[in-house]
């Protein structure tokens, strides 16, 4: 008797696991539009241009290029960037004058004293197949030279956005112990060395790194909405005042099981892309996501009146 209540005790056990697991598989792969062209295999930022055409970057490795994708996920054009370099590209944004930026800011070891962001024109204003860059620097005053201890390792950093006129970068928590705090840092949107300044911190979980490190970031294009990225959620972001992105309401988009999820931009105000890196057999997809028609967890909704 006691060998049959095991027995289906185990049974119970597997089909609920298996249940939750193509819940979560579901959850993802109904949002999947394209699958990505082998060569952005390490997809890690993407950007509509003004004629509303994907364009992606590549992880390090790769070329300075940018690729534009067709509805296909194929490659229709490639740019070099002939002055810059792909240490560790890692995310890419736009102004609201359409300028491109590209962050070459991976900084895996928490040992990259100097971090640089590329600034080009929309794509649309290339002509030919290169272009030029325009090169921001910036550093972290709190490096000061000393080696970083576990606790301190948030230096790391693959999502940034650009409002006004300055950029604003997200770091990619690597503490030890994981504290799930990702620090908001400001610098300016144009060719210059910079201080990062350091302006607020939010938490996602403390958990494992890998589930809620922040891997990218967007800004809706009338800039009322902000979206963190990690490997199982979009972070939402709304009703914030000027660049204190986490003082609105926040809510929490399940994405399903677990990719690398390495890039994230709007479409429009309510339309949502993002990809990941192809692992395995695994990933290598673009996925979309309608805001209206989507479930949000809420975890926090600030009263109107403190608004």
Known sequence: MLKKSLLTVFILS??????????SIYTLYSKKRLTVDPKLREISGIEFDKFNRLWAINDS????????????????????????????????????????FLGDFGNNKNDRKWLTIYKIENPIDIKGDT???????????????????????NF????????????????????EPFDGITKVYK?????????????????????????????????????????????TSIWLFENFQGDK????????IDLGIVTQ???????????IVFTDEEFKGIGGNAYVIKLDEVEKKVIRKVPKANQ
């Not at 210059?192 to 938490?203: C, K």
């Open 14 to 23: 597997v089909t609920i696991i298996g249940l939750l697991v193509g819940s």
């Open 61 to 100: 490795g790769d070329e300075p290029k940018l690729y534009r994708l067709n509805e296909d996920g194929s490659i229709a054009k490639e740019i070099l960037v002939t002055n810059a370099k792909n240490i560790d590209w890692e995310d890419m944004t736009q102004n609201k004058f359409g300028h491109f």
């Open 131 to 153: 272009t030029e860059a325009e090169i921001i620097k910036f550093t972290y005053p709190e490096m000061d030279g000393s080696p970083i201890q576990p606790d301190q390792r």
């Open 156 to 175: 790391d950093l693959e999502a940034f956005v650009a409002l006004g006129r300055h950029l604003y970068l997200f770091t990619k928590n690597r503490t």
């Open 187 to 231: 610098v300016g949107d144009h060719a210059a060395n910079f201080d990062a300044q350091l302006i607020d911190s939010f938490q996602t979980c403390t958990t494992m790194e890998k589930l809620c490190w922040i891997t990218s970031a967007a800004l809706s294009p009338d800039r009322t909405k902000l979206v963190l990225l990690d490997s």
């Open 245 to 252: 992105f986490f003082s609105g309401d926040v809510s929490r």
């Open 261 to 271: 999820k390495e890039a994230i931009t709007f479409y429009d105000d309510n339309t």
